[in-house]
């Protein structure tokens, strides 16, 4: 009850006075930014700054949302972390079977696959470094 108040609290302060209260401040575990700290990110070349500009992608993201479409579409981790012990085989050959379906049609909604080379598999091919690597 007391975070519904909280809330309710913290949303009109910022309707009715556009900057939360002190207490709300303080309830909410928030500490208010040096005035010379604002001034320095409003001013315009800290805004024109390239880097801050460009978010920065990282390797992970690609993985992190194919993760969660499986999530979103076939309940993949669901899955994966429940106890399966006490099923019987055809209860969860019953439940992979939905899953791989589901799993299928979400990926190829939203994933082209494709090889990385065309090439018969245990064939040599050159990398652009040019060691060569068993495909």
């Known amino acids: 009850m007391h975070r519904i108040l909280l809330a309710f609290r913290a949303f009109f302060n910022l309707l009715f006075h556009g900057a939360l209260s002190?207490?709300?401040?303080?309830?909410?575990?928030?500490?208010?930014?040096?005035?010379?700290?604002?001034?320095?990110?409003?001013?315009?070349?800290?805004?024109?700054?390239?880097?801050?500009?460009?978010?920065?992608?990282?390797?992970?993201?690609?993985?992190?949302?194919?993760?969660?479409?499986?999530?979103?579409?076939?309940?993949?981790?669901?899955?994966?972390?429940?106890?399966?012990?006490?099923?019987?085989?055809?209860q969860v050959g019953a439940a992979v079977r939905g899953l791989h379906d589901q799993s299928r049609e979400a990926l190829g909604r939203y994933v082209t696959l494709a090889p990385v080379i065309d090439s018969v598999e245990g064939t040599y091919a050159k990398t652009p470094g040019g060691d060569p690597t068993a495909v």
């Open 22 to 90: 002190d207490a709300t401040m303080t309830e909410l575990g928030l500490s208010r930014r040096a005035a010379g700290t604002m001034k320095a990110a409003a001013s315009p070349k800290a805004a024109a700054s390239p880097a801050a500009a460009a978010p920065t992608v990282k390797v992970t993201d690609g993985a992190l949302q194919i993760l969660s479409i499986l999530q979103r579409d076939s309940r993949l981790i669901d899955f994966i972390m429940e106890d399966i012990s006490a099923c019987s085989d055809d």
